[in-house]
């Protein structure tokens, strides 16, 4: 069975610094990952995804990630927070054999901070 | 379009009763499914369809049920509440796919259970 682990409950971050939100994953075969975001009150919304090819997948709000194989990691990255980006990010894989369903981590809080 | 919507926003139910949480999406998604949300533990699968008259179980199907008559609307039903299915839940949706699509969600019902 596949899992995902963000060993993070919350990561603290002054606005223009960078931040990486730290994500790994179980699966057998090649895995199909992504990263959500989800703002208080709000559904998630999808932010980017790997599924093949270049390791560096850059997503939507000047995020990025990076596949790395050998360490089984999917880390969030962006060069320079914003306050705005303070919200919940869900690091998630698809479900072996189940249309796109997805297999979620437990979620990191960014705090972005003045 | 309205993308994916669900009612109600909010619930209170006394155990033992039962209620049709509903969805419904307007983007001609073969793929829906229902996740609930609960602190630290991401979401998880409870019940997925890949088509109109399709359903199967995920990852905490117990004490709910799902239909998909329509490719519209996919309800899920809450047989008999119980206190430890107070949680918030989302419905979402995707394209079928070679298993990269990403999924839609939408707002949430908070259900609570007392």
């Known amino acids: 069975a596949q899992s995902v682990a963000q060993p993070e409950d919350q990561v603290n971050v002054a606005e223009g610094n960078p931040l990486t939100v730290k994500c790994t994953y179980s699966?057998?075969?090649?895995?199909?990952l992504f990263w959500y975001v989800q703002y208080p009150n709000r559904g998630l919304q999808f932010l980017l995804k790997?599924?093949?090819?270049?390791?560096l997948v850059k997503g939507s709000y000047g995020f990025e990630a990076e596949f790395n194989k050998s360490q089984t990691s999917f880390h969030l990255k962006k060069p320079s927070a914003l306050v705005s980006d303070s919200a919940l990010y869900f690091c998630?894989?698809?479900?072996?054999?189940?249309?796109?369903?997805?297999?979620f981590g437990g979620g990191t809080r960014l705090m972005v901070k003045p | 379009n309205a993308g994916v919507t669900q009612t109600p926003k909010f619930q209170v139910l006394k155990t033992g009763q039962s209620m049709t949480l509903q969805c419904a999406q307007d983007?001609?998604?073969?793929?829906m499914s229902w996740y609930r949300q609960d602190p630290g533990m991401g979401l998880r699968l409870i019940h997925y369809?890949?088509?109109?008259?399709?359903?199967d179980q995920g990852e905490v199907p117990n004490g709910y049920n799902v239909s998909r008559s329509t490719t519209e609307d996919f309800p899920l039903r809450l047989l008999s509440a119980a206190p430890s299915q107070t949680s918030v839940y989302f419905c979402?949706?995707?394209?079928?796919?070679?298993?990269?699509?990403?999924?839609?969600f939408g707002p949430g019902t908070r259900l609570t259970v007392t």
């Open positions: 369809s890949v088509g109109a008259g399709i359903t």
């Open positions: 979402a949706s995707s394209y079928k796919g070679h298993g990269g699509r990403e999924q839609y």
């Open positions: 983007m001609n998604h073969e793929y």
């Open positions: 998630a894989v698809r479900v072996h054999n189940a249309g796109n369903m997805l297999t």
């Open positions: 699966v057998s075969g090649n895995p199909y």
């Open positions: 790997y599924i093949t090819g270049d390791n």
